[in-house]
């Protein structure tokens, strides 16, 4: 099998910023170097081991297929998870991904730190919200964790070319987490480059950047976008091969499948810093705000509307029933969380005109999705669907 050779590089320090990064070199000589950029205040957080780098790279080894030549150390317990993770992945999609072999220079485990510090990925949106104020106000039970830093990262929903949006965006972020007495790590990466389909990709990317802080914490968080029962596998993160991405002495803790996401906006509503900086929209101009018109930021403001709660500041404009009526959806999961809008909705008592908009719109959504199985059907069902 083609090989792929992966170089760690020494820990840099420059105008503040420490940079932990590695070399990457294709079967056909091509190379890459794949980066991490913090501020140097974290710098005693950081791993020694490759393992991060592993995790980042494992797809596009998949991918060519090419076996992962590591010349540094690595985690013989992160290696026999990642075999298993391998097999479900080339089992979902047998066209796009092979096993591969992961053969490091020397295989070590990291010491056990004294400590269960964990440290989660924090987007700013509804999901790692839910996250870290379930955690820290000790909602969660037995299932508590220790959070004490949320990694908000450049270069994954925001481009590391736009600059000022992400430092408004991160400035909202950290008053979130301020609040709530949690460190905020701003990181930047290029690991995105390396990736060819952020949908199977985006959890092994985050786990990457969790595991590059196992030098300071024993587990890392990265909150869940879809409940256990609804779940369409396969999704780059999720419950069954999350934890796989695991060492024995970095637990990769997929979180927050237990909920709808109508139950989590329930449970942050009372955050007043996360209704005043949420940000949910991947779409908009400006990436550190709201749009308001795409069909995340509707979904969003119609779960507050069904709970019977105002419209947050985080949202500067509302969406009319006929915005609403024509959003469109192609994926089950999506709509079946509308449903459960609409239910908790009548539930509430609330018979507002949107949720008759909102009823039309799962219809038309639900015509669309079966016709797009039959093509033909879709092709002369499509220009009737535009008429509503």
Same mark, same amino acid.
């Not at 999704?235 to 109508?262: A, E």
């Not at 019977?308 to 469109?328: C, N, Y």
């Not at 799962?362 to 008429?387: F, Q, S, T």
């Given at each position: ?20 990064? =590695? ?35 494992? %797809? ?18 992160? $290696? ?26 020397? *295989?070590?485990?990291?010491?056990? +730190? ?5 440290? =989660? ?30 990694? %908000? ?7 590391? /070319? ?13 008053l979130m987490l301020d609040s709530l007495g949690l460190k905020m790590i701003p990181v930047a990466t290029n690991a995105k ?11 092994? %990317? +985050?786990? =990457? ?11 890392? $968080? ?51 810093e996360a209704m005043q900086n949420l940000r949910v929209c991947l779409v908009g101009e400006f990436k550190d705000r709201n749009?308001?018109?795409? *069909? ?33 959806? %192609?994926?089950?999961?999506t709509i079946d969380q509308y449903k459960v809008a609409l239910e908790t909705a009548r539930q509430n008592g609330i018979t ?5 908009? $909102? ?10 999705? /079966? +016709? ?9 069902? /499509?220009?009737? $669907?535009?008429?509503?």
């Open positions: 099998m083609q090989k792929i050779h992966l170089w760690p590089k020494e820990i840099s320090e420059q105008d503040g910023l420490v940079t932990a990064s =590695a070399v990457i070199e294709m079967p056909g000589g091509e190379r890459q170097e794949l980066w991490y950029r913090l501020p140097a205040e974290h710098r005693h957080a950081l791993t020694s081991s490759c393992d991060p780098y592993v995790l980042a790279c494992l %797809f596009i080894a998949m991918r060519c297929p090419a076996d992962l030549i590591i010349h540094g150390q690595a985690s013989p317990s992160l $290696l026999r998870n990642l075999v298993e993770f391998q097999q479900a992945w080339a089992l979902w999609k047998p066209n796009r991904y092979t096993c591969i072999e992961t053969i490091p220079d020397s *295989e070590q485990e990291q010491p056990r +730190l004294n400590t269960d510090a964990a440290i =989660a990925a924090f987007s700013g949106g509804v999901d790692s919200c839910f996250t870290v104020y379930r955690h820290v106000t000790g909602q969660y039970g037995r299932w508590k964790r220790n959070v004490q830093a949320g990694v %908000f990262i450049h270069g994954f929903d925001i481009s590391l /070319r736009i600059k000022e949006d992400y430092e408004r965006a991160a400035a909202k972020a950290r480059k390396l990736g060819a389909d952020l949908i199977d990709e985006h959890g092994a %990317f +985050l786990a =990457a950047a969790l595991s590059m802080f196992s030098g300071a914490y024993t587990s890392g $968080l990265i909150s869940s976008s879809i409940p256990y029962h609804m779940l369409a596998l396969p999704w780059g993160t999720n419950p069954l091969t999350d934890p796989l991405l695991s060492s024995q002495s970095f637990q990769v803790v997929h979180d927050g499948c237990s909920h709808y996401k109508i139950d989590k906006i329930k449970a942050i509503s009372g955050w007043p749009c308001c018109r795409c *069909e995340k930021c509707a979904r969003t403001m119609i779960f507050f509307r069904a709970l019977g709660l105002p419209r947050p500041p985080a949202f500067e404009q509302d969406i009319s029933d006929q915005q609403l009526r024509k959003m469109v959806c %192609f994926h089950r999961e507002a005109s949107w949720t008759g908009a $909102l009823r039309q719109m799962i219809y038309l959504n639900e015509m669309r999705v /079966r +016709l797009k199985k039959h093509p033909l059907l879709w092709k002369a069902g /499509r220009k009737l $669907l535009r008429g509503f």
